[in-house]
């Protein structure tokens, strides 16, 4: 049974930093989606494997990172300066296939995600 096990969440102060972790092992594509209470599941960012590439929403884009490290076969995504609207249940999602750079934000388009791990960003 393929698993994404995640962590990394926390409760962190605004203007601070956390790194999330997604063992994924197999995926050509794997991302962050976030869901806020009482907020449709939203699209975070995205990097793919094999003919690379990284996305992110604009409402992270400069502060979150992701990266990977392919000995370990885990994708990081590293949050900085956060701030309160930021507080929500990250999901790591993966695809098998490559997801095409118009489809990377379609939750559809991944077969696979995680328990989801809760990042509470408050004072």
């Known amino acids: 049974q393929v698993q994404l096990v995640e962590s990394g969440g926390g409760l962190v102060q605004p203007g601070g930093s956390l790194r999330l972790s997604c063992a994924a092992s197999?995926?050509?594509?794997v991302g962050w989606f976030r869901q806020a209470p009482g907020k449709e599941r939203e699209f975070v960012s995205t990097?793919?494997?094999?003919?690379?590439?990284?996305y992110y929403a604009e409402a992270v884009k400069g502060r979150f990172t992701i990266s990977e490290d392919r000995d370990k076969n885990t994708v990081y995504l590293q949050m900085n300066t956060l701030r309160p609207e930021d507080t929500a249940v990250y999901y790591c999602?993966?695809?098998?296939?490559?997801?095409?750079?118009?489809?990377?934000?379609?939750?559809?388009?991944?077969?696979?995600w995680g328990q989801g791990t809760q990042v509470t960003v408050s004072a």
């Open positions: 999602a993966a695809a098998v296939n490559r997801i095409i750079t118009s489809a990377v934000t379609n939750q559809r388009r991944y077969n696979y």
């Open positions: 197999g995926f050509n594509t």
């Open positions: 990097l793919r494997r094999s003919g690379g590439g990284t």
